[in-house]
C-alpha cells in the first residue's frame, strides 16, 4: 500500500461512511458549541457579578416564573439534542447489525497475529481481502484463540472476533482502492502488526482475481470432502444418503427451528453446527440418542466453517439448494448383516460413525 499524506479522516468508502460521518459531526458540533456556550457564560458571569464590597444582595425567590422556565429550557433542549443522537446512532446500529440477504460471504479466521480469509468459491488469503465494488460483503468471523477485532476505518464498521463463537460485520465498498485493516482490540505482544490490506476491485478485475484460486474447490466442496472424510455420512443423511436415521436428516434443515431432546427448542445455525460438531452432547435433537462423538482438536476453525458451508448447501429453510456430486467415501447406514438400513436407536456402540482419521485413544 503506496504511503498517504496525512488525513484528518480516512477515506469514507463504504455505503454507511456518509451516516457515520453525519452522526459523528453531529455529536462533535453540538458537544463543541454548549462547551463555548458554557465557558463564556461562565467568564461573563464572573466578571459581571464579582463582589464589590460587603454588601449581601436579598435572596432570589426560588419560585419565580422566570427561573422554572430557565429550568424546563436547559433540560428539554439538551434532552432532545441527546434524543436525535440516540436514535440517529441506534438506526445505523441496526443497519450495520443486519447483513443483506443476498450479501456475498466471505470467512474470517483471527489467529495471533494474522487474518485468515477464505472466499466461497475456494480462494484463501492471509492479511488480505479482495472484495468487488459495490457489492454487499458479509464476513462470517471466528477466532482461533482470544479476542480479536476486525476493524475498516475506510469502511466505519468493526466487530469483536471470538473464540468459539461466529460473529458477522459487512459493508457494501464503493470506492476502488486499498484500505487498511486493523485489529482494534489488544491481542498479545504483536497486536500493532495484525493488520491487513482491502483490495477493492471493479467487477471485471475481481473475477479476473478469482479465477486464479486456489484450485481446491469451493468452500460447499471442501466441506463435503471432510463431511465424508469424518465419516459423518455413516450416520447423517446428505443430499445423496437420504435414507438414514440414526442421526437428524440435514437436508434443508440449515435455517430452521430445531426441537431438542430436552424440550428446549434452537435455531440451526453456523453457531448450532459448530457446537454440535465440538460438543455433540449439549444439545440433542428429540428423538435421537446422544451417539454422535466429538470432533473436538480432530477439525479446525477452518474446517469447520466448511462443514458449515456443506450443511447450508444441503438447502435452507426457504428451499434454496446447490447439487454437489457425490463422493465415493460416502456409505450407505445399512445393517451388516440383513443390507436393510439401520434403525433409529440403534445401540451407541454399533451406531458411532466409522471414522477415518487417527481419533485420540483409538490408536
Sequence with gaps: MQAKPFELFPDAASSIAGSVDGLYAYMVLVSAFFSLLIAVLIIYFAVKYRRKDD?????????????????????????????????????????????????????????????????????????????????????????????????????????????????????????????????????????????????????????????????????????????????????????????????PNLNGLFGTTVDLKDGTKTRMDETYIRESVLYPQSKIVAGYDDIMPTFKGLVTEDGLLKLVEYVKSMGTKNGAQMSAPPLATETSATDAKTGTPAKAGAAKTSAAPAVNVNRPGNQ
Design 55 to 247: 454588601h449581601v444582595p436579598l435572596p432570589v425567590d426560588e419560585h419565580s416564573i422566570g427561573g422554572m422556565i430557565l429550568e424546563i429550557v436547559w433540560s428539554v433542549i439538551p434532552l432532545g439534542l441527546s434524543l436525535v443522537m440516540f436514535a440517529w446512532g441506534a438506526s445505523i446500529f441496526f443497519t450495520e447489525s443486519k447483513p443483506p440477504a443476498d450479501a456475498m460471504e466471505v470467512f474470517v479466521t483471527g489467529k495471533q497475529w494474522m487474518w485468515k480469509i477464505q472466499h466461497n468459491e475456494g480462494a484463501r488469503e492471509i492479511n488480505e481481502l479482495h472484495i468487488p465494488i459495490n457489492r454487499d460483503i458479509k464476513l462470517t468471523m471466528t477466532s482461533e484463540d482470544v479476542i480479536h477485532d476486525f476493524y475498516v476505518p475506510a469502511f466505519r464498521t468493526k466487530a469483536d472476533v471470538l473464540p468459539g463463537k461466529y460473529t458477522t460485520e459487512w459493508f457494501r465498498p464503493t470506492k476502488v482502492g486499498e484500505y487498511h485493516i486493523f485489529c482494534a482490540e489488544y491481542c498479545g505482544t504483536k497486536h500493532s502488526g495484525m493488520i491487513g490490506t482491502v483490495y477493492v476491485m471493479t467487477e471485471p478485475d475481481y473475477n479476473k482475481w478469482l479465477a486464479a484460486g486456489s484450485g481446491e474447490g469451493s468452500m460447499a466442496e471442501q466441506g463435503q470432502a471432510l463431511f465424508n472424510q469424518l465419516g459423518c455420512g455413516n450416520c447423517h443423511a446428505s443430499a445423496f444418503n437420504k435414507n438414514l436415521g440414526r442421526c
